[in-house]
Each structure stands twice: as structure tokens, then as C-alpha cells.
């Protein structure tokens, strides 16, 4: 919830992620205040969806979409607000749990991999099943193509 000044030195958009920059490394970031969460609801994005063309993985739903379509995404990142439950559970072969979100966004359901690590250290130590964590704002972001010609949808901030 940190305000920070990041010195910049331009624009670096990569694929569809057209809001990366490049960070200038010489220069310090300075923290310049905080987001008290009342003022969160004022940043919130509300785009009619969270992209179009996507299909489910194996282990999510509404996850991806075809790295076919990156051409016609204008933004990579959503701050949203929903009804949230992280999901605790072992997936395939692969023994480790893993931390899953579910939300409904605009009569659309989501189950989005967790790469909050905040979130992702405090659920994956507890039993495998469902918490209701209720009404949270959602940093969903829209990653690279990945190897399987796909770009993945994450839930990278849950506030």
C-alpha cells in the first residue's frame, strides 16, 4: 500500500504489457506515502470484461487466452473488486499445494493462480480447502506467452 517515486528512464512495453517501463537502477525509489484503503475504491479499473477469447487450463477457469490475441489487448493489468475465496489444494502429480482465487467478475467466474506471495505464504500452510475472504480488491494481471502458446491470467494482488 506504499506510495513510491521510481525513477524511470522509458517506456519498455513487452507483447500486450504495454504498461512496463524501465527502471532506472542508478537511482534510489522513495517512498512518498501510503493508499489508506478507503481511497482504493477511487483507483479501481472497470473494464466491460477481464479480456476476451479465454479458455480454462486444466486447473483454472477463465485463465488464459491464446497468445494469438495479444495483438488486440490494450492492458495488462485490472484492479478489481469481488467477492473472493482462496482455494487450498494439491494439483496433478506435483505434491506441493498450490493457492488458488476464485471471483466472479461481470457474471464471468475466475480460478486464477496466486502469485501474491503474502497470500500465497500465509494459505499454503493451511489445510487444503476453501476460505471465504469476502469483498477484497483484486490485482489481476495478465502474464507473457507462456511455452504452451498461451498468455495466463494471475491473481497478483489480493488486498
Not at 40 to 60: A, R
Not at 67 to 82: R, V
Not at 97 to 115: A, E, G, H, P, W
Request: aromatic share 8%; glycine share 4%.
Amino acid at each position: 500500500m506504499d506510495i513510491i517515486e521510481i525513477p524511470i528512464l522509458e517506456p519498455c512495453p513487452k507483447q500486450h504489457q504495454k504498461e512496463n517501463f524501465l527502471v532506472d537502477s542508478q537511482k534510489k525509489w522513495i517512498k512518498q506515502g501510503e493508499v489508506k484503503r478507503q481511497d482504493l475504491k477511487s483507483l479501481l479499473d472497470n473494464p466491460p470484461s477481464l479480456w476476451h477469447y479465454l479458455t480454462s487450463s486444466t486447473n483454472g477457469t477463465n485463465d488464459r487466452i491464446p497468445a494469438s490475441q495479444a495483438d488486440t489487448i490494450s492492458s495488462s493489468l485490472y484492479l478489481i473488486e469481488a467477492q473472493c475465496k482462496i482455494i487450498v489444494r494439491t494439483e496433478g502429480m506435483n505434491p506441493e499445494k498450490k493457492v488458488r482465487c476464485f471471483f466472479n467478475y461481470k457474471n464471468t467466474d475466475f480460478l486464477l493462480k496466486v502469485t501474491d506471495p503474502r497470500v500465497k505464504q500465509e494459505y499454503k500452510i493451511k489445510p487444503e480447502k476453501e476460505y471465504d475472504l469476502g469483498q477484497k480488491y483484486i490485482c489481476v494481471s495478465l502474464g507473457l506467452e507462456y511455452k504452451d502458446n498461451n498468455l495466463y491470467l494471475i491473481a497478483a494482488t489480493i488486498i
